[in-house]
């Protein structure tokens, strides 16, 4: 019967053997640094993403004004809780660096913008300024704007520049 182990045992370490040196062939790596790999960029973007949900939330603010007061006041509301969530993720090494309360409560406020960026979008679908869609257009007092224009068209289609010190000078149209 000792045997019989012996001959498993050893059979069992050639395997292992074997499998080590096929994973060290094929680039697997070991699963502890798989998942500090995977830690790693997760964290990378969430770095990324919370960074730019910061940015575009100020950009927002910036970009609303005129608007009614409760749609700048949930805009400004929306790029604190950017920040917030920011600052956050933005130093940490490792998701054990986070408490599970900073996380429920990063998920908490991810909600409510997205509550808050459906309620702003709302509002600019069914209540665009003009001045977003077209620029604007002051009306010129025209009364001002002299009679004479600095090219005279005769009928013959040749074009006479009538502001030269030596004469009309022809130019062809």
């Given at each position: 019967m000792d045997s019989a182990n012996q001959k498993l045992h050893n059979v069992q370490d050639k395997l292992q053997?074997?499998?080590l040196e096929w994973r060290k062939k094929t680039g697997c790596n070991d699963e502890v640094q798989d998942a500090e790999h995977i830690e790693s960029r997760t964290l990378a973007i969430t770095r990324g993403l919370t960074h730019q949900l910061q940015t575009t939330c100020l950009t927002l603010v910036s970009s609303i004004q005129g608007l009614p007061q409760n749609i700048q006041d949930q805009a400004n509301s929306?790029?604190?809780?950017?920040?917030?969530?920011?600052?956050?993720?933005?130093?940490v090494s490792s998701f054990r660096e986070v408490s599970d309360t900073v996380l429920a409560s990063s998920k908490g406020q991810l909600t409510k913008m997205k509550d808050s960026v459906d309620g702003v979008m709302d509002y600019l679908v069914n209540n665009t300024p003009l001045n977003w869609l077209v620029p604007d257009f002051t009306i010129t007092d025209l009364s001002s704007e002299p009679d004479d224009f600095?090219?005279?068209?005769?009928?013959?289609?040749?074009?006479?520049?009538?502001?030269?010190?030596?004469?009309?000078?022809?130019?062809?149209?």
């Open positions: 053997q074997s499998w929306l790029a604190r809780s950017a920040t917030d969530i920011y600052q956050n993720f933005s130093s600095p090219y005279d068209v005769d009928y013959d289609g040749v074009q006479n520049n009538c502001s030269s010190a030596n004469g009309p000078t022809q130019l062809p149209m």
